[in-house]
């Protein structure tokens, strides 16, 4: 039997850190938000909707452009989640089986600060190294159990998780 566990941790970051959290929770609100209209656009000119493997295409192509340059500060890796996680909401909300489907929503600023790594990260005692942060110290409250698969960085109030 497989068994699923999260752990909750609190980073012990600096400036420097937490501009660089802010920038990659915002780049990924913006594929998100980006991606979103334009699906949405797409479904009411009733054309047919960008998937995962178009929104990445375009994701690479608007990574090299001029305008939106500022994505590739973000690791490519954290971007290309958010478009699972946007391709997951819409099928859910197409999802028959579902009683309460819906389309997915905008990301807000202050409520939706968190990305997610799904490789790429070490965790030794008490720090984790994030690709394109480094080594950020945490607050090791309880051991790990386990092998982790995935990390997700989250802010919650004055402090990222």
Not at 13 to 31: A, M, P, Q
Not at 111 to 137: A, C, E, M
Request: proline share 3%.
């Amino acid at each position: 039997m497989k068994i699923v566990k999260a752990f909750k941790y609190r980073l012990k970051t600096d400036s420097k850190t937490e501009e660089k959290l802010n920038s990659y929770s915002g780049s990924t609100r913006f594929v998100w938000n980006k991606f979103l209209s334009l699906n949405l656009d797409r479904l009411n000119s009733k054309t047919k909707m960008l998937w995962y493997n178009e929104m990445s295409f375009w994701l690479t192509l608007w990574k090299s452009s001029e305008e939106y340059s500022f994505l590739n500060d973000c690791p490519s890796q954290v971007l290309q989640q958010k478009l699972k996680d946007l391709e997951k909401a819409f099928k859910d909300g197409f999802n028959k089986k579902q009683p309460l489907k819906r389309l997915p929503k905008w990301r807000k600023k202050g409520i939706h600060n968190s990305f997610r790594y799904p490789q790429g990260f070490k965790i030794s005692d008490n720090r984790i190294f994030l690709p394109k942060i480094g080594w950020v110290n945490f607050f090791n409250s309880r051991e790990i159990v386990g092998i982790a698969k995935n990390v997700t960085v989250t802010k919650n109030g004055d402090h990222w998780y």
